[in-house]
């Protein structure tokens, strides 16, 4: 069946649509809650490791860089090999690199465990949206997209009281070996149940070539929507590197209250998500083209996200600022399921998951950078004030870049 002829109702097919969308979303909360562990023990292993505030501002950034550069083979790998396959090792990679992360005795070896989780995690998002083009009709792509993207908040929000409890109960090291063995058993759920569809099976699209690839980088489009997402990246990791350490330092929360109040911005943050996806599908319903009615949300989202983010600085009370993060949270989420939607819809078919990647490495570039300058930001100032005013203005940044360079869908390479 082509995705872009049939209307895909039988019950049959909404089943495997359900499971499928069921399966991005239990890999994509695991992919969230390893990475975002780190975050959330932050104070347990500065102690335990001696490092200072810049130093774990580093090791928060060791993944991403890896997560970043992965970015590009694996979208190549996605497109060539497949889904199935691709990130039922991905999945192994990161499980045991997170396994092993709790036996790290120095800041070197950890670092060298996060590299390791970064390179194995790169494929989880840009196989979603190759599941999604391959699944689902393109009125129903940009909700499909906001559910499997709801798990880069749905993951954090389970992260803080999760991995919370297992440290108070058995320590930082055991769990994270606890989620390392917890994701082998994602790993092999993946491999066991996923299926393409028979038409991806049977007449899969030629993968790129290197001149092919030449010309798909040589798309204006691409790199404005990979300098927009920069922004965005900085918004999305100023806040999972760093919501529990500023509950902390900032606002001297307890550990134990911080697990809870971490927890809750990204709550809101799956909402954003979905109402994200969901736009994107109505206003393509309402006559707007599948570029228009992709970059409205992102570029309304990353505006609203930054101004939630300056107001949070201003905070006088911890429930002000809680809910500031929150509306921020929900916003740049918001944003985030339509910047993948726009993946999906801006790249020809053969180059869903290569779009989705080069696109994904400017937001984590931007990712990467976010938790050293925020620590070195708080190490030399005491507050998070200042890493919080540049986090809102590159953000603006990045909707100016989607507003005016983002225009026309990417030619076939």
């Not at 190759?130 to 792509?141: E, H, L, M, Y």
Request: contains cysteine; hydrophobic residues 55%; glycine residues 12%.
């Amino acid at each position: 069946m082509d995705p872009d002829l049939d209307d895909r109702g039988a019950p049959t097919w909404r089943r495997g649509q359900a499971l499928v969308l069921g399966l991005l979303l239990l890999t994509g909360v695991t992919n969230y809650v390893d990475r975002v562990a780190l975050s959330v023990a932050n104070p347990l292993i500065r102690a335990e490791l001696h490092l200072s505030v810049s130093q774990m501002g580093a090791l928060l950034s060791a993944f991403v860089w890896a997560y970043a550069i992965a970015q590009w083979p694996a979208g190549a790998l996605i497109d060539r090999l497949g889904p199935r396959r691709l990130l039922a090792c991905a999945l192994a990679l990161w499980s045991a690199a997170q396994a092993v992360a709790g036996l790290a005795a120095s800041l070197t070896q950890f670092a060298l465990a996060r590299v390791a989780l970064g390179v194995g995690e790169a494929p989880q998002f840009p196989v979603g949206a190759r599941v999604v083009r391959a699944w689902f009709a393109p009125k129903d792509r940009g909700l499909a997209t906001g559910v499997f993207n709801s798990a880069s908040t749905l993951g954090p929000a389970i992260a803080p009281p999760l991995v919370t409890a297992l440290m108070l109960a058995c320590g930082w090291r055991l769990a994270f070996l606890v989620m390392g063995l917890a994701g082998l058993m994602v790993a092999a759920i993946w491999w066991a149940l996923y299926r393409e569809p028979a038409r991806e099976t049977d007449a899969s699209p030629p993968a790129l070539t290197g001149v092919a690839w030449s010309r798909l980088l040589a798309s204006p489009t691409l790199w404005a929507m990979t300098a927009g997402n920069f922004g965005a990246g900085l918004m999305n990791w100023f806040y999972a590197a760093w919501l529990p350490g500023y509950f902390e330092i900032q606002r001297h929360v307890s550990i134990a209250k911080t697990g809870i109040m971490a927890a809750i911005p990204f709550a809101f943050g799956v909402g954003g998500s979905l109402l994200g996806g969901w736009l994107c599908d109505r206003l393509a319903g309402a006559g707007l083209s599948p570029i228009a009615s992709r970059k409205a949300p992102i570029v309304g989202g990353l505006v609203a996200g930054a101004a939630f983010t300056g107001l949070a600085i201003g905070a006088h009370s911890n429930g002000e600022a809680l809910a500031a993060i929150c509306a921020a949270v929900f916003c740049s989420n918001l944003a985030g399921a339509a910047i993948w939607a726009l993946a999906v819809a801006a790249a020809p078919p053969r180059t869903v998951a290569s779009v989705g990647s080069v696109q994904n490495f400017g937001g984590l570039f931007g990712g990467a950078l976010a938790p050293i300058l925020t620590g070195l930001s708080v190490e030399a100032t005491g507050s998070f004030a200042t890493a919080q005013a540049a986090t809102a203005a590159v953000a603006g940044a990045g909707a100016a870049i989607y507003l005016f360079g983002v225009r026309r869908p990417i030619a076939d390479a």
